[in-house]
């Protein structure tokens, strides 16, 4: 079921959403560099999140058998989605790393991901940061009202794959707002005029994962990291937006 959100209800995602955005736009950027541990940038991630009397929502999520132990994602390299940050995984010069955090402020939920480079990186992983960047922004510019959600999709979809690499099919994009993960799911492929309706009052959270070579995956024994099924490179951005008089506003990023 779909839930439609005021104006007000909006302004409160976006608070959540806005410490994030400070996080990736002025607090990480000075930290993520070769030597640091993705544990270590965790804790500054937690330590920021809470002095802002905000929650890490992703602490505990997936239930008592297996629950998410902390307050954000960190993927390295191959590594697309859900990594578990340790003491022992450090950054080297060279490598990528995805950050996907999500918050909850005063019963509202912020989600946004980004993927920094450490150091000088190769010009694939320049271009894989920039492509899926770009189809995240595609993606954004076609949820507009009238459109469909296979347009979002379709749009992220064939930007990808002309630039010579692959949209991730195992997870997708999602609505957002009092609980971290609402209807509707927001694949990032599919087909023009398909899907649902996009409608003012939607809060959806435009999230593609693009990979260097095959979109398949693999998850591993911890039962939550996944990663390329071919070992090549994967990067992150995601936005949450709301539609408002007919057009997507991107709430996660600084006004």
Known sequence: MIVYKTIDEIKKIKEANQIIARLYEEILPKHIKAGISTLEINKIIDDYIRSQGAFPASIGVGGPENPFPAGSCISVNEEVVHGIPRADKILMDGDIVSIDVVTELNGFYGDSAITFPVGEIDEESKKL???????????????????????????????????????????????????????PAIPNFGRK?????????????????????????????????????DGKRSAHFEHSIAIIEGKPVILSQLD
């Open 193 to 229: 005029g398909r899907g649902l309706k996009i409608e003012n009052g939607m809060v959806l959270a435009i999230e593609p994962m693009v990979n260097c070579g095959s979109y398949k995956v693999n998850i591993l024994g911890d039962g939550w990291t996944a990663v390329t099924k």
């Open 129 to 183: 940061l920039e492509v899926t960047k770009k189809s995240r922004e595609i993606g954004i510019e076609m949820a507009v009202v009238g459109n469909r959600l296979g347009d979002v999709g379709n749009a992220i979809q064939k930007y990808v794959e002309s630039n010579g690499f692959s949209v991730v099919k195992d997870f997708c994009g999602h609505g957002i707002g009092k609980s971290m993960h609402e209807d």
